[in-house]
């Protein structure tokens, strides 16, 4: 598979702040990364497509001035909560698409991270 | 566009026992990647069995294994000797054929799977 890792795992803050979280591919260099909301005991909920270089593709009702992705390498992508209200709480979650010789291995993904916004 | 359904909100195995987890998929593609996900109360998302729909043979990983109906567009887990630590959200997710790691999977709202001792 591929080791991905996010980083804080759990952070509370203030309404009004922005928090960044961290997600990095450890073992592959991924060119796209993938960000995740989910809601107690939903599914997973696409936020966005990370391109390495390159603008994010936001699925359509995501606010892409609310929930700022960055891909500056291809180990690492950050997803920023700006002025984060506690509607945006929630587990967010990253994950890393690979193949390999024999095709599509899938995704694999970080640990998550819990927001929580008082 | 695609779904995945999963018909089964909960299920319940006793140890032991085999459980068999339901996901039907609506696609106008004939080749396709299909993945049953687990997800544990960790929240570690957890990739448990892949299928490809150019390949007749149905997937197994130990005591994990899929049952492939292309025709009926329906992809179901079964999970022989359940144990304890297979409690979880099982997820099931589709994929395009496309090659590169770019394309994003399409989920269906989940199974509660739990195992009574």
């Known amino acids: 598979g591929a080791v991905v890792s996010q980083h804080p795992s759990w952070v509370i803050c203030k309404s009004g702040t922005s928090v960044k979280i961290e997600c990095r591919s450890l073992?592959?260099?991924?060119?796209?990364m993938f960000w995740y909301r989910q809601f107690p005991k939903q599914s997973l909920m696409l936020m966005a497509t990370s391109n390495e270089g390159s603008k994010a593709t936001y699925e359509q009702g995501v606010e892409k001035d609310k929930f700022l992705i960055n891909h500056a390498s291809l180990t690492l992508s950050t997803l920023t909560v700006t002025s984060a209200h506690p509607e945006d709480s929630s587990f967010y979650i990253c994950?890393?698409?690979?193949?390999?010789?024999?095709?599509?291995?899938?995704?694999?993904f970080g640990p998550g991270t819990r927001l929580t916004v008082l | 566009a695609q779904t995945v359904t999963q018909s089964q909100p909960e299920m319940s195995v006793q140890e032991a026992e085999t459980v068999t987890l339901s996901c039907t998929y609506d696609t106008s593609e004939s080749d396709y990647y299909l993945f049953w996900y687990k997800q544990p109360p960790s929240r570690q998302m957890i990739l448990v069995i892949r299928?490809?729909?150019?390949?007749?043979q149905n997937a197994t990983e130990n005591r994990f294994s899929v049952n492939f109906q292309k025709a009926a567009k329906s992809f179901s887990l079964k999970i022989s000797d359940s144990q304890l630590g297979d409690a979880a959200m099982y997820f099931c997710?589709?994929?395009?054929?496309?090659?590169?790691?770019?394309?994003?999977?399409?989920f269906g709202k989940g199974t509660k799977l739990t195992v009574n001792p």
């Open positions: 073992d592959f260099q991924a060119t796209t």
């Open positions: 997710a589709y994929r395009r054929f496309a090659l590169g790691g770019s394309e994003k999977l399409v």
């Open positions: 299928q490809e729909a150019y390949k007749q």
């Open positions: 994950s890393v698409g690979r193949t390999g010789t024999s095709g599509v291995k899938g995704q694999f």
